[in-house]
């Protein structure tokens, strides 16, 4: 059976959409960790699926890469305009955008999305201007679920010194204290126009993932 023949809606001759999962959390929360153990596990049971990231593989991902190694400076406002551009970009370019995936019938799992910029930028800008810049993004393609992969500041330094050899920009204890706090401050504003599920970072990979695939289980069959 092809790919694609194999994610037509029974009986309507309509594609079946993939989903398109979100998954959030400040550096070394353990994202790219489940983003690998859910696509094995959605493999597994045959669906179609592709993992992807922000900032994005395109021209403006690959110039923001540049501002966060510190190899080029850009204001606050810059970078989070530019963050908001990329994702629009992840979302449409005529190579590789999600959204296209997605009406084809792939299930994308992103290792961030605008809640990421909410959480981020806020840090400097206040966060209804980032919600702004973000509108048309959410208005092309809103993840049928947020995952929120939560652990405190300290055990995020904690991870990242030990397995990482050089710092970014965001990567310092306080400011990921404040991320965090963003993060759960934008989570309370969308409570009731976005999917979350928040979980606690601190079990272990195999417990989060558990409890990740309890609640995608339920989605794949809706
Ligand atoms: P992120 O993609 O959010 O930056 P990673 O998945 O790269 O996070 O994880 C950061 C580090 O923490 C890695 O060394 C990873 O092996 C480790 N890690 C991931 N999940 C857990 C967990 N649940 N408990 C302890 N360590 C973890
Ligand atoms: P990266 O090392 O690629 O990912 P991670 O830490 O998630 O493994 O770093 C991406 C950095 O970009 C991270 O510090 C968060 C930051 N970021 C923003 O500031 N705004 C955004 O909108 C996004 C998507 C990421």
Request: with cysteine; proline share 3%; glycine share 6%.
């Amino acid at each position: 059976m092809s790919l694609i023949s194999s994610v037509y809606r029974k009986g309507t001759g309509r594609l079946k959409k993939g989903l398109f999962l979100a998954f959030e959390g400040i550096d070394g929360s353990g994202k790219s960790t489940q983003i690998q153990l859910l696509h094995k596990k959605l493999q597994e049971a045959g669906k179609p699926v592709c993992s992807t990231c922000e900032p994005s593989g395109g021209p403006i991902g690959s110039q923001l890469r540049q501002i966060l190694t510190g190899r080029m400076k850009a204001d606050s406002r810059v970078i989070a305009a530019l963050f908001a551009a990329d994702r629009l970009d992840h979302l449409l370019n005529e190579t590789d955008g999600i959204a296209a995936r997605i009406e084809e019938g792939v299930t994308v799992l992103t290792d961030r999305y605008y809640f990421s910029s909410y959480a981020y930028h806020s840090v400097d800008v206040p966060m209804e201007w980032v919600i702004a810049a973000n509108a048309e993004s959410r208005k092309v393609l809103q993840p049928d679920l947020n995952i929120f992969i939560d652990i405190d500041a300290a055990t995020a330094m904690e991870r990242i010194t030990r397995n990482r050899f050089h710092r970014e920009l965001f990567e310092k204890q306080s400011l990921l204290e404040k991320i965090r706090n963003n993060y759960l401050k934008a989570f309370e504003l969308f409570k009731d126009s976005e999917h979350i599920l928040i979980i606690d970072g601190t079990r272990t990979p195999k417990e989060i993932a558990e409890v990740i695939w309890n609640r995608i289980e339920e989605l794949i069959d809706r």
